[in-house]
T-cell receptor, first 112, second 115 residues
Framework: QKEVEQDPGPLSVPEGAIVSLNCTYS??????FMWYRQYSRKGPELLMYTYSSGNKEDGRFTAQVDKSSKYISLFIRDSQPSDSATYLC????????????FGSGTQLTVLP | DADVTQTPRNRITKTGKRIMLECSQT?????MYWYRQDPGLGLRLIYY???????NKGEISDGYSVSRQAQAKFSLSLESAIPNQTALYFC??????????????FGPGTRLTVL
């Protein structure tokens, strides 16, 4: 069983839709939870991060962490065609080493 | 100019050949990483280096080796390439002084095909 599971999609939605992307994990040591966005033919780039449980909002994006359920989500409001990309969750325990464990990524297409 | 560069961007080679992928960064970061990305498997860590004298194996180091020639350069070698090493390879960097997420900055990737 993988430490981090992510539905690979692909997910296709109309412009303006609310998008929900999710990951589950098994390692209770994970403390920092991140979402990376990867456009086609590009490397991933950090979109948002959250520490421990709770919500974090940044514009149209909201990241949620439920440590009791080992479940994290990324919500995109008013989705735009420019949001079309692969979204990867990533997690790490606290501490100086802190290697990232990535999910497999969800491919999202927002149709105009 | 890109902060993390990778060469070559694309490479087709044959089974048994030795291949080197190179990564350079101008971000001044001390930490560097090599990942491979496969459909359905996401990013998997091959090797990482926290400074010039520090090299560590990642999740899938078998069949690979690395060299950290300078703080800004980190190369990945496949001594004898095999077809299941066909993948997209990414180099990444991070700054040990950055907290709390150890944010990693990725290069544009190298698409390697082993025939």
């Amino acid at each position: 069983q993988k430490e981090v599971e992510q539905d690979p999609g692909p997910l296709s939605v109309p412009e303006g839709a609310i998008v929900s992307l999710n990951c589950t994990y098994s390692n209770s040591a994970f403390q920092y939870f991140m979402w990376y966005r990867q456009y086609s033919r590009k490397g991933p780039e950090l979109l948002m991060y959250t520490y421990s449980s709770g919500n974090k909002e940044d514009g149209r994006f909201t990241a949620q962490v439920d440590k009791s359920s080992k479940y994290i989500s990324l919500f995109i409001r008013d989705s735009q065609p420019s949001d079309s990309a692969t979204y990867l969750c990533a997690m790490t325990p606290s501490g100086s080493a802190r290697q990232l464990t990535f999910g497999s990524g969800t491919q999202l297409t927002v149709l105009p | 100019d890109a902060d993390v560069t990778q060469t070559p961007r694309n490479r087709i080679t044959k089974t048994g050949k030795r291949i080197m992928l190179e990564c350079s960064q101008t971000k001044g970061h001390d930490r560097m990483y090599w990942y491979r990305q496969d459909p359905g498997l996401g990013l998997r860590l091959i090797y990482y280096s926290f400074d010039v004298k520090d090299i560590n194996k990642g999740e899938i180091s078998d069949g690979y080796s690395v060299s950290r020639q300078a703080q800004a350069k980190f190369s990945l070698s496949l001594e004898s390439a095999i077809p299941n090493q066909t993948a997209l390879y990414f180099c990444a960097t991070s700054d040990s002084r950055d907290s709390p997420t150890n944010e990693q900055f990725f290069g544009p990737g190298t698409r390697l095909t082993v025939l």
